[in-house]
């Protein structure tokens, strides 16, 4: 999950687990990190090789537009079968339109009302229990 | 050349020339004058001329009788005193001759005066010597001659040698004076004619001076136009730079506002959750260890706890609501516009459509005109119209059947759709305020999404299209809104500078 607002990743976090996902969440504040975690010190992305991941990407990053991740992640041979879920509060339609354009599996907006967000999170959730994630190759 | 002595050169121009008319009128008068001068001096001098003929005449007639008349006294030839005879005869008339060409000058009549009687003298002695001479009495004709005809023709010479020289003392005086008048007139048209050659010189020179400065006018209003032009287009090119600064600015505050809001919505609702759990185990405790008398106070706090989680997502809600309203508002002002040819009849008929069960339930009439077409933006002329239309329904008096209209009148390559409504009116006070963004006026009894943006944005795009909104209103009467547009929109580039 790479969300830079720690309250948001609480609620997200929150959410998943009530919807029953136990899997390791792990969390990347920025953009920074969340590139050497997801590529490695060496930045070819061989460190996931293997792995089953499912990347939650914010687009509002302090240090740099999720966008560039996204984009960086569908070109990487190992990484671009990685579903990644947009999940923004940006519901603005050309985003949606790029972000979909790079690649992007699931396009989610925010929403302020707490319920319409947790259903949303939760349904999510509920998705992400049912769906078959790739190994990265 | 200065400004100030540029303008004194052109105002200068029609003094030079009635100068110039002055001097020529004058020359012309003067010159007039001394012509006429001329012309009578030499008249003068020609009658002196005559004068002075016609004396010399006289003088000749008495001379020529005289000696007609001695040579018939000395020969007694007959032709002599024929001719003696006829020059006799020619003396009268040419004494009278002379006394009507001198009668306008008394020294000469002075001297006819005593000219006349030795004349008549002189010619009684010639008669009488040859009455003399032919009676047979040639002495006594002799003595005659020797004693008074020689004194006679001698007096008559001397007065006639005056008067000769009266007459060569005019002569002179009046040749003087004509030779002047002359002068004068050479003088005078030689000296206007410079004169006028001067005026001219000036006024060409002034003339040259002033086309010089209008030309130099003329290139220093170029110049600002195409300065003017320059800052036009420089200030334009600012204030869109401005207008999209604040696009950006509007969207990037409302994206990071709502991000917190997430916040404090989710962690209020989670408290909200919490709440139940908190005091269903705190009446559960509270009955493990029997404090039963203290449940009612259990419940005030709970119902403190609960306005103020409440009343904290009411504000997020709303708070919300308006940072959606920012980002609509922001979201439009980028909207590129795609003008088209629109018929406004047909438009805002379909606009009506829309909210036709909103009007019915309101009991109101709405009516379209005839409308006059239009090439701008569709979208933005449906948001305008339907946020106008939507308002006069929403805002209509109770009790009284709503009649809403919708007018235009054409002038001048811009249209006015007028839109009025018999509803509720807005306070003078509050006619300006409307347009401002989540501004309202009057009571506040409408349910719905209004968050006073309906006008505010309908300003924005009314703007953008190049026109103006404006409205008039009584209270209690009702409202119309003014909508002004330029029929053909964007304006050719050429208007838009001017």
């Known amino acids: ?137 | 050349m200065t400004p100030s002595t540029a303008s004194r050169a052109a105002r200068s121009q029609p003094i030079l020339l009635a100068l110039g008319f002055v001097i020529l009128i004058t020359i012309s008068a003067v010159s007039i004058w001394l012509v006429t001068r001329v012309e009578f001096g030499a008249e003068r001098v020609a009658h002196t001329l005559e004068v002075r003929n016609k004396l010399a005449n006289l003088q000749l007639l008495l001379r020529r009788s005289e000696s007609s008349q001695r040579g018939y006294l000395l020969t007694s030839d007959l032709g002599y005193l024929a001719t003696y005879q006829d020059d006799m005869k020619a003396i009268a008339p040419a004494l009278d001759e002379l006394a009507s060409t001198t009668s306008d000058n008394p020294r000469q009549n002075d001297f006819l005066a005593a000219l006349q009687p030795t004349v008549n003298a002189k010619l009684d002695e010639l008669r009488e010597t040859v009455r003399l001479y032919q009676s047979g009495d040639a002495a006594g004709a002799s003595a005659l001659v020797g004693k008074s005809g020689l004194t006679l023709m001698q007096e008559t010479s001397t007065v006639i040698g005056r008067m000769e020289n009266e007459e060569q003392r005019l002569q002179s005086v009046r040749t003087a004076a004509l030779a002047n008048s002359s002068r004068w007139l050479l003088i005078v048209t030689f000296t206007g004619s410079i004169l006028i050659l001067v005026l001219a010189a000036i006024s060409v020179l002034l003339l040259r001076h002033s086309l010089k400065e209008q030309q130099d006018a003329n290139r220093m209003l170029e110049a600002t136009n195409q300065n003017l032009e320059t800052i036009v287009a420089k200030r334009t090119a600012l204030l869109s730079e401005a207008n999209e600064e604040i696009q950006r600015f509007a969207y990037i505050v409302s994206h990071d506002l709502r991000s917190p809001l997430v916040n404090i919505m989710g962690f209020a609702s989670e408290l909200d959750a919490w709440r139940k759990q908190i005091f269903e185990r705190l009446a559960a405790l509270r009955a493990q260890v029997g404090g039963e008398q203290d449940g009612e106070s259990d419940e005030a706090l709970r119902s403190d706890v609960e306005e103020a989680l409440s009343f904290i997502k009411s504000s997020i809600a709303k708070m919300d609501r308006l940072i959606g309203a920012l980002l609509k508002l922001s979201r439009e002002g980028q909207r590129e516009f795609q003008p088209q040819f629109i018929d406004m009849s047909q438009l805002l008929r379909s606009t009506l459509k829309a909210m036709a069960h909103q009007a019915q339930a309101v009991n109101a009439k709405i009516n379209i005109g005839e409308l006059p077409t239009i090439t701008s933006d569709r979208l933005a002329l449906e948001q305008v119209f339907s946020n106008l239309m939507d308002n006069a329904v929403k805002y209509l008096r109770a009790g009284v059947p709503g009649s809403i209209e919708v007018r235009a009148t054409e002038s001048d390559g811009a249209i006015t759709y007028e839109v009025h409504d018999n509803g509720r009116g807005i306070d003078s006070k509050d006619r300006e305020r409307i347009f401002d963004l989540f501004r309202r006026s009057g009571i506040q009894d409408r349910p719905g999404d209004g968050i006073g943006l309906a006008h505010a944005r309908a300003r924005a795009l009314v703007r953008r299209l190049g026109g103006s909104i404006n409205v008039e209103s009584e209270p209690d009467l009702g409202t119309v809104f003014k909508v002004t547009l330029p029929k053909r929109w964007p304006l050719p580039a050429s208007e838009m500078m001017t």
């Open chain 1, 1 to 137: 999950m790479i969300e830079d607002d720690e309250g948001h990743a609480r609620l997200i976090e929150k959410n998943l687990r009530r919807a029953g996902i136990h899997n390791e969440i792990v969390r990347l504040a920025d953009g920074a990190s969340a590139i050497t975690f997801l590529f490695g010190s060496d930045g070819s992305g061989l460190v996931n090789k293997g792995r089953a991941l499912l990347i939650l990407l914010d687009l509002n990053l302090p240090d740099m537009s999720g966008v560039d991740i996204l984009k960086r992640l569908k070109e990487n041979e190992h990484l671009r079968v990685t579903p990644v879920v947009v999940l923004t509060t940006t519901d603005d339609r050309s985003e949606i339109q790029r972000c979909y354009d790079l690649g992007c599996n699931v396009y989610i907006t925010k929403p302020v009302n707490y319920e319409n967000f947790a259903n949303a999170i939760q349904q999510l959730g509920l998705f992400v229990y049912v769906m078959q994630v790739p190994v990265t190759i």
